[in-house]
């Protein structure tokens, strides 16, 4: 009889237990590479809903409070969330320290998501040599890229970058390469000649609308035209 009554005693305390559903995993950052001091929107996708609790006696589940984000130990403010494609959205801080820095999701009941080294800081993109910017403003006006045919993962291909301006041609630096999805390397280029570059890189994710992003100083941007890279095979 006593058995029995343990039995019982510990079905009921089951059956009143709270628990959690699993804590989801980060499939991926966008974009992973960013530039120090810039304000950039980050698109954290996960593999599941966020955690619910749940109330067994009771039959019911209710959603936790949002996680904490920490990116490289620094907390970050979650701006939104998109429930149906299970992607956060946290503006990256300008102060962030350069490198490699971990993604962290801290749930409300502990459990944890980590996108190891999930987010690269860069340092600001090179500055325009003084002759083509200071001494005589205007010179260099953009940076154009020759249309990117589609790639392949982690197959280098070489893109051409030309300076556009009065003296283009003058211009002799070197530009900084970013990209939406993945990462490419090299980040800076070497030095252009006679105002153009034909610079070979490698870019480390498949996916579809691939941009590439090249800076010179604080004010050139430009943006490539979207193309597909392909899984190696």
């Given at each position: 009889m006593l058995r029995k009554t343990a039995l019982l005693s510990a079905l009921l305390l089951s059956a009143c237990e709270l628990g959690s559903s699993p804590a989801p995993n980060i499939l991926s950052i966008e974009p992973q590479e960013v530039v120090r001091g810039e304000a950039v929107t980050l698109a954290i996708k996960l593999d599941a809903p966020l955690p619910v609790k749940i109330d067994y006696g009771n039959k019911t589940a209710t959603l936790l409070a949002p996680p904490t984000l920490r990116i490289g130990g620094q907390e970050v403010v979650i701006d939104g969330r998109d429930e149906e494609n299970g992607t956060l959205l946290a503006t990256v801080p300008a102060d962030l320290s350069m490198g490699h820095q971990d993604v962290r999701l801290v749930m409300e009941d502990g459990t944890e998501a980590l996108g190891t080294e999930g987010l690269t800081v860069l340092p600001p993109p090179p500055f325009l040599a003084a002759e083509t910017m200071e001494e005589q403003p205007g010179l260099v006006t953009g940076i154009l890229i020759d249309t990117i045919p589609d790639q392949v993962r982690d197959v280098p291909f070489v893109v051409t970058l030309r300076a556009e301006g009065p003296e283009a041609a003058?211009?002799?630096?070197?530009?900084?390469?970013?990209?939406?999805?993945?990462?490419?390397?090299?980040?800076?280029?070497?030095?252009?000649?006679?105002?153009s570059r034909q610079e070979r890189i490698v870019l480390d994710r498949p996916g579809n609308n691939v941009i590439l992003t090249v800076r010179a100083g604080d004010t050139l941007i430009a943006q490539s035209n979207p193309f597909k890279v392909s899984p190696r095979e």
């Open positions: 003058r211009f002799g630096g070197q530009v900084m390469i970013t990209t939406n999805k993945g990462r490419v390397s090299p980040n800076v280029s070497s030095s252009f000649v006679d105002g």
